[in-house]
């Protein structure tokens, strides 16, 4: 395995936090499932899957999981040592000062997010067997996950190019709204910041996606709603986290898309874990001779 990075898959459960610093160099983390609420410096905010963190070398954060569902999470570390020098500050420029000031957490559910999310599982996999080529294949899928990190970055800390292109892309609108979820998103403000006019925005969202955009808005807002159930978060609280005006618009909400109410959803999310508690608990291995 090389030395010069490393990938670790780390469970954090309940009243049982993590003390991170990163000290082979800068670091990545990837929620893969389940949620915490994470402390770097004085900032302070709840961390949800598919979302992801950066730090700078010697940071330090505190990761703590208050409710019973685990917490699962990939870490990976790498060192300048790993990179050529023709290429060292172009792939790290995601780890500037500048740019993490802007964008240390990023929550996007855009195209690029979920190739990062499905690079760090094949590098996951490949660390544990090896095969033909593999080193190269370890080093290359680093250097791609950096190059589409850089990416994401841009996309969130640079909205002026956007009035430079020639078109409206779907990926500036998606990482709009996932940069947005804890909001009421009002059109009139997506449409400055994209530097397009919303009724061009309506137009094209809905020619290239079939939906419009304040269906997709809600449905965003109710994922992002359920994963936060899921966590053990108190429904009376998760409304306000998903930007929603009141609860009893949220309880309507949820209860037309997914056909029950977010007590009744908790409830089942509750009664699976339970019995995965319990099958684990009866299970021979666990059972004392």
Known sequence: MDSSFTLKEISILKNSPLKYKSTLGHSLIYFRKGSCIVNIYTESFIASHHSYIL???????????????????????????HFDNSSKDLLLECFDKKSLDKCRYIISQSENSMRVRTLLILLNIELKEEKYASDLFKSNTLSMILVILNRIILENIEPEKKCCKKGLRLDDIFSYINSHLKEEISLDKLAKDLFFSKYHILHEFKKKTGISLYRYIIKRKLEYSKTLIESGMPIREVYHHCGFGDYSNYFRSFKKEYECTPKQYYNQVRSKSILADLKFEITPSNIAD
Do not use: K, P
Not at 67 to 73: L, Y
């Open 55 to 81: 730090l700078r070398d010697e940071e330090q954060l505190l990761l703590t999981n208050d409710h019973t569902t685990e917490c699962t999470i990939y870490i990976l570390s790498f060192s300048y040592n």
